[in-house]
């Protein structure tokens, strides 16, 4: 084992006695997300991890890695022994790779970390000694502030880890160690991102889409179900359930030709979302709803919607203005899927001037003409059943 890829955690660090569990999550996520590639293999290190696999496919594995939530960032790495003059060497040999990869004569700075207390150098002694080595043999500036690169050295018994390249991690929690959330997913800009949210926070997605078919066409459905496989690349696999509401909207905009149509319409949504996440032991629904974005999310309107859901409704965009949306969204590739043409079906049969206040007196009366929650349940026990993988 001469290299290997040096994970790193972040808020895991926070958590007390149960931090072993959620440590036992993230690694059990690192392998699925390089299962398949060849030597594939993941070690746990002394408050990091490690990871092996064959030549030529650490870029394959930083890119998968890259996806697994709880790492904070990633740096494939070279092993020597816990020896000063191995450590010069390897040291030497990756500055000499930063200056071929950039040219010139760019800045550096060594930050060594000494996990090994029993080394004979300490950290500063490390950096100093090391540094002074890269310059005489390289003749390159030292930058402490804000150098072109860095040479990292961490120190344990065993090994001595150098490193030039350290890669982001998306951060949060690993996924599925607070519970499964059924996203509500439509062909926009912002559900996807809400269910990437969740995803950070540990949550492990599900998601529904509503399909009005004539009025929403297959290319619309195709157009979730890459949006819910590009979701899946972040947590290895996605359950996406297609939910046919042609009928169900059209009796709900027979029961109130009014300005209520949309608010109905996202009841029926909530409580058929609910009648799925029941049967899928999921805990929560999760919407890209967002405060004042359009007339139906007014806080009046938001408070009637959620009251048809029998499940805690989490909204991560609620605060979010547009911009940062499109910015998160480009950041985790589902943008240019998102501002594809699409139909939504809650732009169907729409009233002129769609209530910005919805009383929930006024909607429970238009909606005892229909029995709302047998149309739930059979919304749900009718959807259309699809997984999506990540496909690496």
Known sequence: MNEVILLRYGEL????????????????????AI?????????????????????????????????????TSLSPARVV?????????????????????????????????????????????LDHTVGARIVRELGLPVDVHKPD????????????????????????????????????LSGGIDSPVAGWLAMKRGCRVIATYFHSFPYTGDATREKVTDLARSLARWQGELTLF???????????????????AVVLYRRAMMRAAAAIARREHAQALVTGENLAQV???????????????TLPVLRPLLTYDKLETVALAQRIGTF??????????????????PTTRARLDQVVAAERALDVDKMAEELAAAADRVVLRSGG
Request: include cysteine.
């Open 149 to 184: 690169f860095t040479i990292g050295i961490e120190v344990h018994e065993e090994r001595v880890l150098v490193f030039c390249d350290t890669r982001p991690g998306p951060g949060g929690l690993p996924v599925g160690c607070t519970g499964t959330v059924n996203l509500l």
């Open 81 to 125: 022994a816990p020896a000063l003059a191995a450590i010069e060497d390897e040291a030497v040999r990756a500055a000499q790779a930063a200056i071929d990869r950039r040219g010139g004569r760019p800045s550096f700075k060594v930050s060594a970390r000494r996990a090994d207390k029993k080394f004979p150098l300490t950290s500063p002694e």
């Open 336 to 353: 240019e899927l998102s501002i594809q043409p699409y139909e939504d079906c809650c732009s169907l049969f729409v009233p002129s001037n």
């Open 35 to 71: 299962a398949g590639l060849p030597g594939a293999k993941v070690r746990r290190a002394r408050l990091r991890a490690l990871v092996e696999v064959a030549p030529g496919e650490t870029d394959r594995a930083l890119d998968r890695l890259a996806r697994v939530f709880g790492l």
């Open 242 to 260: 297609v939910v046919g509401f042609t009928d169900a909207q059209k009796a709900l905009r027979a029961a109130d030709k009014g300005p209520m």
């Open 295 to 309: 007339a139906s999310q007014t806080l009046e309107n938001l408070a009637v919607i959620e009251e048809a859901a």
């Open 13 to 32: 660090f926070l958590k007390g006695k149960n931090r072993g569990q959620f440590e036992a999550r993230v690694l059990e996520n690192a392998r699925r």
